[in-house]
């Protein structure tokens, strides 16, 4: 049910990292929060960079998820970005469980990838 809206969250911001000019830092970052966490994750899957993805050659420098739903599987999901990703959830959070985010980040890690989480105790 959420799939193409997905798909067009994670090509949108494609525009962005386009459209960036050169600056003496790296960036941008893309960053997302609850439901723009999910986009803002897994906008690192190659399978969805092939897809969906910048043709100038840019791209973000890393990815920020405030409280995403990990949930959702998808092919050659292990086949992330190798730039950096950070992923802040709660605990306590009952709408998007933080079990499956700790699940995939150890997947990722498993995988030599720049992940971290940090996780909030009773929020």
Do not use: W
């Not at 802040?88 to 990838?113: I, M, N, Q, T, W």
Request: proline share 7%; charged share 25%; with cysteine.
């Amino acid at each position: 049910m959420y799939a193409p809206q997905l798909f067009h969250e994670i090509s949108e911001p494609v525009v962005v990292a386009e459209s960036a000019t050169e600056r003496p830092i790296p960036g941008p970052e893309l960053m997302g929060v609850s439901r723009g966490g999910q986009p803002a994750l897994y906008a690192g899957l190659k399978r969805f960079q092939q897809l969906h993805g910048s043709t100038s050659g840019k791209s973000f420098a890393g990815y920020i998820a405030f409280y995403p739903n990990c949930n959702t599987t998808y092919r050659a999901e292990d086949d992330f970005d190798d730039k950096p990703v950070r992923v802040f959830h709660g605990s306590a959070d009952d709408y998007a469980p933080v079990a499956s985010c700790r699940a995939y980040v150890e997947r990722l890690r498993a995988k030599g990838k720049d992940i971290k989480m940090i996780e909030y105790s009773g929020a």
